[in-house]
């Protein structure tokens, strides 16, 4: 497995919307793989494919990560994933991004969703979730579709975050 280079704001391949997969192989396999270990490096519970400059239709998750960014018990890998259903009820969640280094923002997300998708093996997989899980799913797949968190905050909050950056 690799450390993948991870792109960050304003890189344009943030905004790509992305190609589906069309089968998942050993390639696909050891992409997922290499995903979940940057992710793991770099301390973040979701990796979408464009974040390491690849306009595929991935993400890697895990929800029950380690503080210091250990592995959790729950890695997911999501090849083509589609959110069939959301919930009415809404949440907010303060949500940063590996790719928007250092800043967070609070986002008004779907409390539950269920998104369909290939797991590692390239069989579809229906999974039903709520709250943080539910946030980061929907997070991953806005990458897919070149939106970032930013996008979905007022005008005032995004250009705040947006001149932090370039001063770093």
Request: aromatic share 6%; glycine share 6%; net charge negative.
């Amino acid at each position: 497995m690799a450390i993948l280079e991870l792109y960050t704001y304003p890189h344009k391949v943030l905004t790509k919307k992305c190609e589906e997969v069309e089968i998942v192989d050993d390639e696909v396999r050891k992409f997922l793989d290499d995903m979940l270990e940057t992710m793991y490096h770099d301390k973040g519970v979701g990796l979408a494919a464009p974040q390491v400059g690849v306009s595929k239709r991935i993400i890697v998750i895990d929800d029950k990560v380690g503080e210091n960014g250990e592995p959790g018990p729950h890695p997911i890998y999501m090849v083509n994933p589609k959110i069939i259903k959301k919930s009415d009820d809404m949440i907010l969640f303060n949500e940063g991004c590996l790719s928007v280094p250092g800043q967070s923002a609070e986002v008004e997300r779907h409390r539950a969703v269920s998104v369909e998708y290939l797991d590692y093996n390239g069989k579809k997989q229906v999974l039903d979730a709520e709250e943080f899980l539910a946030v980061i799913i929907q997070h991953e797949t806005d990458h897919l579709d070149g939106v970032l968190y930013i996008d979905r905050i007022s005008r005032l909050k995004r250009n705040m975050i947006i001149k932090k950056l370039s001063k770093s």
